[in-house]
């Protein structure tokens, strides 16, 4: 058992292992249900969180980056073995190793106030394009995406930490990640990347940790790129389709294809060949 992360296009979910709702009175604590995960709507992630009572339960990426990024100077920050980096350290290298590749790495640059009707600070991010950093949520929807996965990860991994804690037990270092089409609003250099930093980023957060990765994926590059990555002895692929009006999954076998071309004409896919429709249709 261990936490696990949800990303999808549009749906982000969290479950913290070990994470309970908590009582009004310590004494109870055992008696109380835990949460069966969080499901974040809307801005819900970015902006913060509140259950049926109104105590906040997740205080969003804005509000967590910046405390994070102010905090830097306590040295380590609580954790159950005290020696644990600070989350904004962890933050810095889940995002630097999810940046795009053959560039400079996704950095953050610092907080500022940004709009009139609202008074928090907003972390910015530099970016290649612009000459002063750009508040984080008028970024580009590739960065965004990225962003939210980062702090995601992050946060559920630091939440476990701190149930920990609080709980005297002991770390549970295993942890399920979740992506839904990895690939939405990323260039194809960075599908090209995605799957291979995805692999790498958990041990960001701790390097003993043990994963397990369930990924789907429209895009041939995703994976073309994961060839290097693949064991046939360890790693399942499967393809879902629609057959007489239900959902069918077939478990295929792993054979390398060399490029984006070969997936696309492979049973994964189906298309005879890489060029437009209109072109396969006239040599058939």
Known sequence: MGSVVYVGPDRL???????SIFPDLISSAETRAEESGFLFHGRELWDGKLDETGRPICNGLIRDVVNWMRSRPIAG????DGESPHPF???EAVLETLSPPDGDPLVLGPP???FI????????????????????????????RILELTYLLV????????????????????????VDEPETHLHPRWQRAIL???????KKLDADIEVQLFLTTHSPLVLASGETLVDAERDRLFHFDAR???????QLDWVKQGDAVGWLTSEVFGFTRGGSREGELAIR
């Open 244 to 250: 007489d009006g239900a959902v069918v999954v077939d």
């Open 112 to 114: 500022r106030r940004v």
């Open 89 to 91: 350290e962890i933050f």
């Open 117 to 144: 009707d609202d008074s928090r600070d907003i972390p910015t991010m530099r970016t290649p394009w612009e000459p002063e950093p750009v508040p984080v949520n008028l970024v580009a929807a590739g960065m965004r």
């Open 155 to 178: 946060w559920t991994w630091y939440e476990q930490l701190q149930v920990a804690r609080i709980k005297r037990t002991e770390v549970t270092k295993r942890l399920f990640i979740l």
């Open 196 to 202: 291979p930093a995805l692999v790498q980023v958990a």
């Open 13 to 19: 979910a969290s479950f913290v292992l070990g994470r």
């Open 77 to 80: 920050f609580d954790s159950p």
